[in-house]
């Protein structure tokens, strides 16, 4: 068995503790990261959760390392409630994944499978970065010199169909549909995703335009990309 196999059986052995990151509780109520790892601090220092060491992650696209929180099933709770209440349905059906994925295996062999599913989980999400690479370093050129654009000129910058992108962005609840116009949820566009253009057309009608940043370009590629982008 090699060292990094017999590092993983011993996690899987040892690990009885499920712990859900402070980034998918970021995904669950739709709310900036920077505000629930502030969230979980202020929790802390007020003695209404337990202290939580930041623990570094690297960003698959950027390879940067930022910082989240592996937080316990109790303190996700109080931490949800804090930042949006409406949303603990969510994290209940999460936990129940969670905690079913998560068994511990009975026997060796259990543990040994559990540890090659997971190398072939993680050979895969490479081999899926190592595809996605010259699209997401195009996107990066772009984005050092573009401005906004349009939702059709995004799609025609990213080789996406333009339908297609607008109907995943819409099922994602990054847009929506309001009096026939295509609009950026406000926590999208506060993350300078988007910027939405009124004013009057050279005909006397009033328009409203939803505009792509170059940060929110490059987002909807990073996002993406194996999913709608071409060759």
Known sequence: MSNAAASTVASVFSSGLVTMSSREISDLVESRHADVCRTIERLAAAGAIQGYTPTPYTHLQNGRTYKEYLIGKRDSYVVVAQLSPQFTARLVDR?????????????????????????EQNAQLANKVQQD???????????????NKSLRETAK???????AMIDTLVRDKVLFRQSGNLLPH??????????????????????????????????????????????
């Open 95 to 119: 936990w129940q994944e969670l905690e079913n994925k998560t068994a511990v295996p009975q026997s060796l062999p259990e543990a040994l499978r559990l540890a090659a599913d997971m190398a």
């Open 133 to 147: 690479a010259p699209k997401v370093a195009f996107v990066n050129q772009y984005v050092e010199a573009g401005g």
């Open 157 to 163: 910058i990213l080789n996406m169909p333009e339908k």
């Open 186 to 231: 406000a926590l999208r566009q506060r993350d300078g995703l988007f910027t939405v253009k009124t004013g009057t057309s050279d005909f006397g009608h009033a328009f409203t335009q939803t505009r792509v940043t170059p940060k929110g370009v490059q987002w909807i590629a990073e996002r993406y990309a194996s999913e709608l982008m071409g060759g």
